[in-house]
């Protein structure tokens, strides 16, 4: 008990609490809508879930910001392992959606799915951090780039070749450009990159993407793609009219005229922007993004702060992967995004989901404990 009392008044000391405080209200607040967005149904279990997923979250933040992270990514193959494995047990235990995805994980042993993705982005995002540290005197050159590439694309490969998750698959890939961007890598490979790209993504599109996926990209495009709104665009339709009925101030909590059984088939979870949208209005949805952008402000003001340049990069991976997630979970819901299956981080209901964002940023509060000298890095800055 004296070590745990020590460690939380460590923690109380150093870690980075306003953090913490903007993670936590944003959760409250996702659950309040959670709760009104679920209310047809009767059932109290997505308060309980959550709200556990809260209480465990905050205790991994804690735990987490109290180990070193350098430590953590010194055993980069081992996270690299674990990552395959863990997307590997999908084969087994794997649980899919109704476009065919299957990227949850049923095991006996738990309550509840767990998506391995999810978990696995912070892992993924430590392993190529420390990757480009160790090669930071060389960035650029074709050793380094081939080596953190590799570990994206196996990522990218397994994600979509097992569970066809086609929307963490693209997590990864901001997460990896991002993290070279900041990293230093020339700008020439990005190019040699966007050529690559271009050449295989037809074969993607042939052989991964099922029709269904098609279609949700492409209805973006061509409006004679289910005109009448009772298939492929039934969700954007109602997302888009729920936002638009809520007005400036909204319906009030609780009292949204669409929120229902025979709505948004996901209105708690990749919806619930929507769901904010109608009942808050616009004003809940600016509070909304402004309690992200908080977030996300806070972590990248950590990963500048730091003279450590492994830190600086898994900061900005973090940043980059809720900035992502945002983008494309608000697009979704205004119809300028394909439907993909990605939550509103810290809002949208999903244990697993939580815990990781939470996982996360104890891994910023862990670097925020440790504003390392640089002088303590074994490795050579590189000129730009």
Known sequence: MRKIWNGITEFYRRGDLLLLFLCVVTTLFGIVVIASATRYSGSSRYLIVQSASLLLGVAIYIAVSLLDVEILAEHRELLLAFNVLFLSMLLVWGVGDEVGNRAWLDLPFMPVY???????????????????????????????????????LLMIGLIVVISRDVGSALVFLFIFLVVAYVGGVRAWWFLLAALAAAAVFPLLWKYFFSERQKLRILLIFDATI???????????????????????SGQGLFKGSMLGAHAIA??????????????????????????????????????????????????????????FQIMINV????????????????????????????????????????????????YIQPRY
């Open 114 to 152: 767990i998506q391995p993705a999810e978990i696995c982005k912070i892992t993924f995002v430590i392993a190529m951090a420390k990757t480009m540290s160790n090669n930071r005197s060389r960035i650029s050159s074709f050793k380094s780039v081939a080596s953190v590439t590799f570990q994206a």
């Open 226 to 248: 289910d005109p009448e709104g009772t298939d492929i665009r039934w969700d954007t339709n109602r997302s888009i009219a729920m936002l638009s009925g809520g007005g400036i």
């Open 266 to 323: 996901a209105q708690h979870t990749d919806f619930i922007f929507s769901a904010i949208g109608e009942e808050l209005g616009i004003l809940g949805c600016v509070f909304t993004l402004l309690l992200l952008s908080a977030i996300v402000l806070r972590c990248i003001h950590v990963g500048i702060k730091t003279p450590n340049y492994m830190n600086r990069l898994i900061c900005m991976g973090i940043a980059a992967m809720l900035v």
């Open 331 to 378: 697009g979704m819901c205004i119809g300028l995004m394909p439907v993909i299956g990605l939550t509103l981080p810290f809002v949208s209901y999903g244990g697993s989901s939580l815990i990781t964002v939470f996982l996360a940023m104890g891994v910023v509060s862990s670097i925020h404990m440790r504003p390392d000298p640089e002088s303590r890095s074994p």
